[in-house]
């Protein structure tokens, strides 16, 4: 197994399609696959090292900006969904209608700053991205060869899952604190292993999946605590807040028990770790890990 080519590929032809046809008033699975994919171009180009060139500096910085537009456009997505799976509360019926209210206008205000962000770089993106796609293509095509540090596609991409992996073992201690971006780092690996042939089907990949898929919730659910707690006006004991607070807090627990059990299987750090050291203690990844990066070595 290497590189696959098709799967590198793949984000810039669905980028360049959705910037072509993306409706005024985009739907959830427009959004999410212009986040994801964005993503997942961003991880390729920085594995690879082909974001040192005008052209590739330049689709990522207008790709930055579409993606974080869409994130609060999704956003709103997944915070109305949230909402409205609160159970029925006696007397809080006015708050759930109002929050729910509160986060479609948002969703409406964020969509049309992502329009106008798609209006203003879709045409030059696009030409950027056939560039970029070229460059892959010329990158993957002299992959037997090696370039002036002696590396090819392949190795390079498994330098930098490496690169990631040893980042995974720190910090020493998971919380509240540092839970999410700790995710940012499990997704960016994870995008950089999916590049290998039958990636998905390999241990490692898929919990880092569901681990990067429980701390999302967690975070979301949390936001949407924070927004009900400032845009409701609510009594003291207000059963809408605590019924949010209690889900975002067995989502938590639930997120945490996962990362660290990821760590301590796949990368097996050690729970012993001084609680005053910044630095987790490791014996190594497990095979599940070495396989998974080796199939991009091939």
């Not at 974080?68 to 997505?77: I, L, N, P, Q």
């Not at 992959?143 to 392949?154: K, L, P, Q, Y």
Request: with cysteine.
């Amino acid at each position: 197994m290497a590189v696959d080519a098709d799967r590198m590929q793949k984000p810039v032809r669905k980028i360049r399609k959705l910037l072509k046809n993306m409706s005024t008033s985009p739907g959830q699975d427009e959004v999410h696959d212009l986040r994801t994919n964005s993503r997942r171009i961003e991880a390729t180009l920085h594995a690879l090292s082909l974001d040192s060139g005008r052209p590739e500096r330049q689709a990522l910085k207008q790709i930055s900006k579409l993606r974080k537009r869409a994130g609060k456009v999704r956003d709103m997505d997944v915070l109305t969904s949230y909402a409205s799976q609160v159970p029925r509360l006696d007397g809080e019926q006015e708050c759930s209608v109002d929050l729910l209210e509160y986060l479609g206008a948002q969703r409406q205000k964020y969509a049309k700053k992502l329009d106008l962000v798609i209006k203003q770089y879709a045409s030059p993106l696009r030409k950027r991205l056939k560039q970029t796609s070229r460059q892959m293509d010329k990158a993957l095509h002299r992959n037997g060869s090696r370039d002036s540090s002696g590396n090819t596609v392949n190795t390079k991409a498994a330098a930098s899952a490496l690169h990631l992996l040893s980042e995974l073992t720190q910090p020493a201690h998971l919380g509240r604190n540092n839970l999410h971006p700790y995710r940012l780092k499990v997704k960016e690996l994870r995008n950089v292993l999916e590049m290998a042939e039958n990636a998905k089907e390999k241990e490692f990949v898929k919990r880092l999946g569901e681990v990067k898929d429980a701390i999302g919730e967690w975070h979301d659910r949390e936001e949407l605590l924070t927004i009900a707690k400032d845009v409701l006006n609510h009594r003291p004991n207000c059963q809408l807040l605590a019924e949010l607070r209690k889900t975002a807090d067995a989502k938590f627990k639930t997120a945490l028990a996962l990362a660290e059990s990821m760590r301590k299987q796949f990368l097996r750090v050690s729970e012993r770790a001084d609680k005053r050291s910044s630095r987790a203690n490791t014996r190594g990844p497990a095979e599940p890990v070495w396989s998974a990066t080796a199939a991009l070595a091939a």
